[in-house]
């Protein structure tokens, strides 16, 4: 039962951050450059959010590293 939850969270946790990436992605794409801008921003903003859903450890680390 606990193997399912863990499962599911991860499922939820990529979904979202992933989904996130490209909403935030397409917005700044759609208010700055237009429709060719919101796509472009918006596939940049999914591979981001598909390398932080991979690894959110690492980006913590990252983030600490630089800051």
Do not use: C, N
Not at 42 to 62: M, R, T
């Amino acid at each position: 039962m606990i193997k399912v939850l863990k499962v599911a969270a991860r499922v939820v946790w990529r979904g979202t951050v992933i989904a996130l990436g490209t909403l935030v992605g397409a917005h700044q794409g759609l208010v700055h450059y237009g429709w060719g801008g919101a796509v472009a921003l918006g596939a940049v903003g999914f591979l981001l959010g598909v390398l932080v859903a991979a690894d959110p450890l690492g980006v913590i680390d990252f983030m600490e590293l630089i800051s």
